[in-house]
Structures are given as structure tokens and as C-alpha cells.
């Protein structure tokens, strides 16, 4: 009975802990959902039906907007929407607007091709605002030294969301169709953003800590534009890399109800396992050494599947995807716990859409052309020609995260 007890106080602690991560989870549920289902599923069912790769890859720009939001990241800061509090205002009306595009959305089961991608950069430039909302509120109300615990939640609940999105809705896209599938999307969003209207913002504000402050403008430029083309760099050769490999498998001749099955659904989960192990992981090795262990198994994932594709070996190169999927679930939970410590300026929404946003938009043209050049060089080629690129990106970011990290240490003595 004793034993039983000490179980059910544990479990009770453990419930309390994790109910303030609650409501950044649920949003960030909604944020793989929904990018999941617009850009994840898309090419998978496109090229599965034939579709040249080249032009494949110019459906990654539904994700421009993620890449854009430092251009109206400033008004986020500045300005107050009325009835909620300052960020939490912004996230509810950037979620309710994207509820709305994805109903509308659903209609257009027969509409042109170019209607429909409009409207879905437009509800991903509503999710987007809605994610640097959100990672401002974090970086305003959260200790940093909790901060590690939010960016387990963020890449738990997007891999949940990146589950229902592909896994769920596209992999069931058959029986349920357009329509449906869509508006379940939409019913997803509405549902998750009701826990964040509740959040003490007001009173919470200030226990993220002091705003890093710099000596003036172009001293605070000089900062952030090391830092966002170190992650840059880092997110260009990551989807390089790992980014076209369900491609490839589908080009090997993988089913693409299998392939579905890996993108939406083992993907995340082991990206969910990983952003639960992190934080314990990151505390025992450290952060700079977490980062090359992550590092060193993607290499090595992209060494096989250059062989796979060599020697047309499918399930090689299942493997080789997988293997990839686990080393980098090494790097997520640290690269975005230090985007919130470099966003701990005096406007955290505009610094996390120049750290985040602008290193995506940097990497853009690459994950367009990344399709074009693998069809061009075959994918043998394309696998082995990344690796460098790869292993220099990651110890370019490690270096800056490890002087961050020094700089603090020496700041606290």
C-alpha cells in the first residue's frame, strides 16, 4: 500500500509539473498539424503521382512565410491588440484566422491549383505569426532555466501534431478526403487554443529574466547577424541532407503508404522520444557534446544512404532514414533552447524572427532546388556531395553555442 502511494504521489508531482508546459503544447500541436498537412503530405502524394521533382520542390514554398516573419515581427511587439493581454492577443487572432482559411480552405477540393496554394501560404503565415507570438510569451514569462523544459513541449507537440497532420490525415486521406480532412485541421486548431487563453501573461511577465541589451543598434545587429547565419547555415545543410530522403525512398521504389507511414508517423514519434530524453541528455553530456553526438549519427545516415541509392537498397535505405531521425532528434530540444537564450532581447518576437525565421528564409532557395539537383546529379551523388557541407554547418553552430554558453558562465561568477 505504501509503495502504491509513493506511485501516486509521484505521478500527481509529475501532473502538476507538466501542467504550465500544457498550453505551449497544445499550440505547438497545432503548429506540426497544420504545416504537416499543407507542405509534409503535398509532395509525398504529388511525386508518388509523378510529378517531376523540380517541381516538387517549389511546393516548399508554402513554408515561405515561416521564413518571412521578421518583416512583420516588429508590429508584434509594438502593438496591443485589445480584450486579451499583449502576446496572448496576438496568438488567438492568428490562430482564429488560420481556423478560418483552413474552412475556406476545405471548399476547394476543385478549385485551380494556384487558389489553393494561395490560401495555404496565407493560413501559414497565420501559424507562423502565431509560433513567434507564442516564443515571445516564452522568452517574457519563462525562467531560462525552465526554458529547456518548453522546448521539450514545442518539439513534443509538434512531432504529436506532425502525426495527426501526415500520419492521421494524410495517410487516411483516401476515406476521408479533402474536405474532411481539412476541416479536421481546422477543428484541431480551434481546440488547441483554448488552454493559452487561460495563461497568467500579466503576471508572469519578467520571470524570463533581463533583456540582453547591447551598446546600440548596429552592436545589436552585429550579434544577432553571427548568429542568425550560423543557423542558417545549420538549417540549410540539415534538410540537405536528411530533408529529401522519403524522396529518395520513393524513388527506390518504397510504397508510398510506407513512406507515409514513416514521415508522419515514426518520424514523430521519435522525435518525441528525443525532445523527452534531451533535457536529461543535455545535463549529463552538455550541450556542445549533445550537439556532435547528434551530428556524427547524421553524417553517417547520409553516408548510407548515398550506398542505398548507390546500390538500389530499399531497405537500406529505410534504415539510413531512420537512423537520421534519431541522431537529429540529438540536436533539436538544444538548438532551440539557445534561439530563446540569443532571442533575450529588448523586442523577443522580432529577435526570434530574425534568429529563426531569417535563418529559414536563408535556407529557402536550397530546399527548392534541393529536388532539381538530386533528379540533375542522381541521388548517390546528391547524398555524398551534402556531407561536407553538413559537418561544417554543425561545428560552425557548435562554436557559437559553446561561446554563448562561456560568456554566461563567466557572467554568473
Known sequence: MAAGQAIGVRVTDT???LRPLAPFFCLYVTFGATLGFLSGGAPLILRARGVELAEVGLLQLINLPVGLTFLWAPLLDR?????LPHRIGWIAAAQAATVLLLVLLSLGA??????LLVLAVAACACVATMDIALEALVVETVPGDQRAFVASAKLCGASLGGILGVGVLVGSYDRFGWHRAVLACAALDALCLVPILFYPEERRRGAGGRPELWTGSLARLRVLGGRVLAL??????????????????????????????????????VNLVMALAAGGLAARFGTVRLIGFGAVGV??????????????????????AVLSFVAGGFLGVPVFNMIYRWAQGPSPATDYALLFGAAFFAAMPLRVAAPALAGWIGWPGYFAATLLPYAAAVAWLAVAVDRTLRTDRAGTR
Open 15 to 17: 501532473l502538476a509539473a
Open 110 to 115: 476543385q478549385w485551380p491549383l494556384a487558389a
Open 232 to 269: 542558417g547555415a545549420y538549417f540549410a545543410a540539415a534538410y540537405l541532407l536528411s530533408g529529401p530522403n522519403t524522396l529518395a525512398l520513393l524513388d527506390l521504389g518504397v510504397p508510398l503508404g510506407q513512406v507515409g507511414f514513416l514521415t508522419g508517423t515514426v518520424l514523430p514519434a
Open 299 to 320: 553524417l553517417a545516415s547520409g553516408a548510407l544512404m548515398a550506398g542505398a541509392c548507390a546500390g538500389r537498397m530499399a531497405d537500406l535505405a529505410l534504415f539510413a
Open 79 to 83: 502593438l496591443h491588440l485589445p480584450v
